[in-house]
């Protein structure tokens, strides 16, 4: 109860008990399973109500009054939708003329387009569902209009492999933020592009050179006129017949392979740097009318928020490894015998499937309860608000929207937290 | 304990209220710092809602505005718990109805596992037959560009189809007559387009739309030209069945009822996948032992030797087969050899060709 709103300045506390978050994820990952996933809708509303209800902007803690049924409904809704759309690309596809060969890639286009249509009818549905001082938030702005400008973005960035997603980013999230309200105070992103852009060149720089060395050294080397012919000519040996047109050709492809995992290993190791980086420029650059915040989060604390993962995730292993041996005992006391009955097989695969499943739920979970948990944390704790006079006299408005954003972005694959 | 302090928020504005909350006999009141009283709540309306583990926050039920009050004092707030009918702090509730979803959700996927077991392959039946058979040419065609770009390897610098070399036509004529005089026997409702193609594996196939494709490889196997009339009776069966179509909607139903509507989650994909091979497995081996009744049928009808389709099949599937009984997509040979040969009729048959053509036919792809 501290007095922050008479105060200019104000920080952000994260009040949640680490192991209360834990026994919902794992409680939640084994109801995952039972229910084959149905109980996403609960696990999502117990996550986003967990960490809501334990961040405290000055003072003040928020609250998320979403339900698992207003999602389950809106993931309904999305399957009505959904389904006249998938059975028109079906016959499409059937069809033989332009429209048919084109209709995968078609359908691939339009999907994506409507994946970023739901992805800000979903933001409009957790705003609406997020309420701090007895008001909520909200949105407005056309989904479509949002979804057309992701996607020439995500084309821009996917053609400039990538040197132009600092500038998307900040361009949407000025569409985002200058639609958002909190009551009648509105929001705007004031975050720049090119600061993104320059401070991420050289990680972008440090992945993407290995990469340029294999493809030059593919062109310096190969005699592509050579190579061309050989694969014309065909024949069962392919393989042998470019090797013998391009002797060097078993080097480069060795160096091609060194540099790729160059590439891909930089690309773990900073990874962590980048979040930090993108975090950082992201929240320092969100304003509500007066008030602004100002992160002040370290990149070392990323870091040990993946190395908890990793600490974790070790464990987890040790011990998936010596359940993994008891269950393939278990399989071979099935199937060991000479004549194994159908009973055996579903028994032996359903062990099989079932080992998969909680290795795979099991990583998930950790990588919630420790990686996700502490970003959070660390975001929203290195933020310093100022100008909080301003909450004073902000007014209600807004009313809750549904929820068939998230029921498209759960169908489609594009959900978030 | 009746009474105590609380923090308010009017759902109006941002602003914060600092108030006495007094718990009278039929009502929750607060007065603000000056006294005036701010709201009065029945305790059939109080609400609880999402906060931190120390605070109790309570709103009005059904109510638009979002009016909050907010109390930290653990003992005051039990007291208010204790008045308010709806507030359940013990979880019972919430236990109640965990285990609902998971008892409906238990039920949902027995009732899509049943669909997906009877539903999907009575319901594919059913609309297979009512479709044009325009629509299964095009299907046919369609898998047919997927197939070739598959099966031709595209570096013999030969047709990947048999028989129209000066060299293989003899063969080809070997070719149409047996399939003519199945056909003759048949009574489809589209007509054949059968091909033998350069493939050294021992198989045929059906595509939708009468394509039926006969590798070399099962020609080189064959001991006489009525194993395979045997086998290209078998595979008439996919097209009178019209298997290539069902699978098609076989397929999309279990996508959309396992992809959809089940497995969202980590993991999740595996348990989709092998759900559907199984099933699909499952189905596969209904139509094709559904096919090898009729070939059989047919063999029967046309004057041929069924035991032939049975020999060919025998030579085909080997001894044994490794694996698993689940997965596999053809009945187990030995049950396939026992059921058509039960159905053998016992009149005289009339070899399909004659020894010319026969050696003809074996060379059909030596040009
Ligand atoms: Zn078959």
């Given at each position: 109860m501290t007095d922050a709103g008479a105060t200019q300045i104000g920080g952000v506390r994260f009040l949640g008990n680490r192991r209360a978050y834990w026994r919902l994820l794992v409680r939640g990952a084994l109801l995952l399973m039972v229910t084959l996933g149905i109980y996403r809708f609960w696990l999502a509303t117990d996550v986003r109500r967990y960490l809501w209800a334990n961040t405290e902007i000055a003072g003040e803690t928020l609250e998320y009054t979403g339900t698992p049924l207003e999602l389950l409904l809106g993931f309904l809704v999305a399957v009505a939708i959904l389904v006249p759309v998938y059975a028109g690309f079906f016959l499409a596809a059937l069809d033989l003329g332009s429209i048919g060969q084109m209709s995968g890639l078609i359908a691939f286009l339009a999907l994506g387009v409507l994946g970023q249509y739901a992805v800000y009818r979903a933001r409009r549905y957790r705003l609406t569902r997020t309420i701090y001082r007895g008001l909520r938030f909200h949105q407005d702005g056309s989904a479509w209009l949002y979804a057309l400008r992701a996607s020439l973005w995500w084309l821009a960035t996917f053609l400039t492999l990538g040197l132009a997603y600092p500038f998307q980013i900040a361009s949407l999230e000025r569409f985002k933020m200058r639609h958002t309200y909190y009551g009648d105070l509105a929001g705007r992103f004031d975050g720049a592009g090119w600061r993104l852009f320059l401070r991420g060149l050289p990680m972008w720089i440090a992945v993407v050179a290995p990469l340029a060395f294999a493809a030059g050294a593919f062109i310096e080397v190969v005699d592509w006129q050579a190579l061309a012919d050989a694969a014309a000519a065909g024949g069962d040996d392919v393989m042998s017949k470019i090797e013998g047109s391009n002797p060097a050709i078993g080097g480069v492809v060795v160096f091609a392979m060194l540099m790729g995992s160059t590439a891909l290993f930089l690309a773990a190791v900073l990874y962590p740097a980048f979040q930090a980086l993108m975090l950082r420029w992201w929240s320092s650059g969100l304003r509500f009318g007066d008030i602004e915040m100002r992160s002040t989060l370290r990149t070392r604390q990323v870091y040990g928020a993946y190395m908890r993962f990793l600490g974790y995730s070790i464990l987890f292993c040790i011990i998936a490894a010596i359940f993994a041996v008891v269950a393939l005992v278990a399989m071979g006391l099935l199937t060991g015998g000479d004549k194994t009955g159908v009973g055996g097989e579903i028994a032996a695969t359903a062990i099989l499937l079932g080992g998969y499943v909680i290795v795979a739920l099991g990583f998930s979970t950790v990588y919630r309860a420790t990686a996700l948990l502490s970003l959070w944390q660390l975001g929203m704790e290195s933020l310093q608000l100022s100008g909080l006079s301003a909450l004073d006299q902000v007014k209600a408005s807004g009313r809750a929207s549904s929820a068939v954003g998230e029921g498209l972005a759960d169908a489609l694959n594009v959900g978030g937290y | 304990m009746t009474s105590g302090a609380g923090i308010y928020f009017d759902g109006m504005t941002s602003a914060r209220h600092d108030v006495a909350v007094v718990l009278s006999p039929d009502a929750l009141q607060i007065a603000g710092g000056d006294g005036r009283w701010l709201a009065a709540w029945t305790y059939d309306e109080l609400e609880e809602m999402a906060a931190p583990a120390n605070v109790l926050r309570l709103g009005r039920r059904g109510n638009a505005v979002l009016e909050r009050l907010e109390i930290f004092d653990a003992e005051f707030a039990a007291a208010v718990v204790a008045r308010?009918?709806?507030?359940?702090?013990?979880?019972t509730r919430q236990r109640r109805q965990r285990g609902s979803v998971i008892g409906w959700s238990v039920a949902a996927t027995a009732s899509l596992l049943l669909v997906a077991w009877f539903g999907v392959p009575a319901l594919a039946a059913r609309i297979a037959p009512l479709l044009p058979v325009a629509v299964d040419r095009k299907l046919g065609d369609a898998v047919d560009i997927q197939m070739r770009g598959m099966l031709d390897p595209r570096n013999s610098g030969t047709a990947f189809e048999c028989g129209s070399a000066d060299s293989e036509k003899a063969g080809r004529t070997a070719l149409d007559k047996i399939v003519r005089r199945l056909e003759a026997s048949a009574a489809l409702p589209e007509t054949l387009r059968t091909f033998v193609v350069r493939r050294t594996e021992a198989n045929a196939m059906a595509l939708p739309g009468g394509q039926v494709y006969v590798f070399r490889g099962l020609i080189d196997k064959a001991d006489t030209a009525d194993e395979v009339a045997g086998v290209i009776a078998h595979e008439i069966g996919h097209v009178a069945h019209r298997d290539g179509t069902k699978a098609v909607l076989q397929a999309g139903g279990l996508s959309f009822l396992f992809g959809m509507l089940l497995g969202d989650f980590v993991g999740g994909g595996a348990v989709v996948i092998a759900a559907k091979t199984v099933l699909q497995s499952s189905y596969s081996r209904e139509a094709e032992a559904a096919a090898d009744a009729y070939g059989a049928a047919l063999m029967n009808r046309a004057g041929g030797n069924v035991h032939a389709l049975a020999t060919m099949l025998g030579k085909i599937g080997g001894a044994t087969e490794p694996g698993m009984t689940i997965l596999l997509d053809h009945p187990e040979t030995k049950a396939r050899v026992a059921a058509i040969n039960s159905v053998a009729g016992a009149k005289s048959t009339t070899p399909f060709l004659d020894a010319k053509e026969w050696a003809a036919l074996k060379r059909i792809c030596a040009g």
């Open positions: - | 308010a009918v709806n507030i359940d702090r013990t979880g």
